[in-house]
């Protein structure tokens, strides 16, 4: 009877079944963090309004690294498809405070941006969306116009924010057939970030804050660590080029502006550069990375440390290997000439090594490669010239008997630049032997009637220049082509030989 009546009197709900059914707002960012040190959320209030603040980290390793393996980017902020933000509201503006609480207002702020929003749907979460866009807004500004030094707990505050808002893993994309197939990467559309329009103000403020005055770099270096410059590298790979654009302004001012930072990065960088070329062949942001090198190179000290020459030979050489060299040859090809310009002695190394990976059966690529070519020779005095003479100029031979007009063209076009022209007058009774078969090849068969008419024109230049030694290479290359017609005619009788041999057997 007594086990009768105690079943029937209701039991007291456990504390874990209470927190699953009652766990309101705070269950929202019940993951933000796992660190033991931060794992407690807490609610802060600025005037009538109440938000739900992130707790802070003694890092930005640790703040950096927890927000982004933790944070859902998200798919915890509505729940059974209704908004869970009835505690997302707007804090004060800068405007509506004593100058005494504005240091704790934009630490309040950064806290509020720390929310990541889905984008997916863009009709989801409309006014919170809202309510931080105008707050990131509120703390660029506020950055832009301080007057006062940033103390240690802003920053540590704003590089957190910075990594919980753009840190995250990119989706890799299929990109490998379309360098095979010569499908012109220039054409394809860039894919644009829905997101865009909270990252691009996240992205202004870093750029702000990284060029005040304010910002002391000895403080600052401690949270735009090496594990921040290694992840804001990696975003480099992102598909939209805007993102790309604002990731290269603001490394190259860290660059500038973090001395101690400099060999690190350019250490990074490099590491990229040779995963890219040796394993992978696939990054959206190699151009990019090459324009910041371009600015640094261009600001290297003569004479060159031992160690920039090592990445002219070990990097910036290789890079000329991938198919898809099209999307970044400007910008390394600016990277090459700066070397030779500030040190003429390395114009042989940088022409070998163009010549080691010059293209076989890609005719697009062997144009760029003259065109590099060309700028590397308008720097090259005639000592360095005279060392590589005879390797280059083989290449051109059979550049200038390329069956692809527009490879003939532009090995021919050679002959325009003056200070080229030059340089091959001097040296005429070596380059002239080696070139004049495939000049002569071309003035009498190339199927082309431009190649043919400029053909003619580097003919006349060089009769004209020295006589005697054009009709040698013309009566040496009669003789050989006599000898070549003589060795085929040989050829040509023995297989007959064989072939009468060989129908006698079967007759029998």
Known sequence: MLKQILRRLPRKSSKAAENREHGGRHAIYSNVSTDSRSSDVGTTKAGNSTITSL??????????????????????????????????????GFGEVPNSEKHNLFIKKLHLCCFVFDFTDPTKNLKEKEIKRQTLLELVDYVTSANDKFPETVMQEAIKMVSVNLFRAFT?????????????????EPSMDPAWTHFQIVYEFLLKFVLSLETDAKLAKRYIDQSFILKLLDLFDSDDPREREYLKTILHRIYGKFLVHRPFIRKAINNIFFRFIFETEKHNGIAELLEILGSIIN???????????????????????????????????????????KDCKLADTVIRGLLKYW?????????????ELEEVLEATQPP????????????????LNSSHFQVAERALFLWNNDHIENLIRQNRTVILPIIFPALERNARNHWNQA??????????????????????CLLK???????????????????????NLAAQKNCK
Request: aromatic share 8%; glycine share 4%; charged share 25%.
């Open 55 to 92: 707790p802070s980290s003694n890092s930005i390793s640790d703040s950096g690294q927890n927000h982004i393996n933790n944070v859902q980017r998200g798919a915890n902020l509505t729940q059974n498809g209704n908004s869970g933000f009835s505690a997302y509201e707007a804090l004060p």
């Open 172 to 188: 890799p994309q299929p990109r490998d057939n379309k360098v095979i197939d010569g499908f012109d990467m220039e054409e394809e």
């Open 299 to 341: 600001g290297f000290a003569l004479p060159l440390k031992e160690e920039h020459k090592v990445f002219l030979v070990r990097v910036l050489i290789p890079l000329h290997k991938p198919r898809c060299l099209a999307m970044y040859h400007q910008q390394l090809s600016y990277c090459i000439t700066q070397f030779v310009e």
């Open 359 to 371: 293209p076989i059966t890609d005719s697009s690529k062997e144009v760029m490669f003259l065109n």
């Open 384 to 399: 360095e010239f005279q060392r590589c003479m005879v390797p280059l100029f083989r290449q051109i031979a059979r550049c």
């Open 451 to 472: 190649v043919r008419n400029l053909t003619m024109n580097v003919r006349k230049i060089f009769n004209d220049l020295d006589p005697e030694n054009f009709k040698e």
């Open 477 to 499: 290359f009669e003789e050989d082509e006599s000898k070549e017609d003589e060795i085929k005619a040989n050829r040509e009788t023995k297989w007959n030989c064989l072939e």
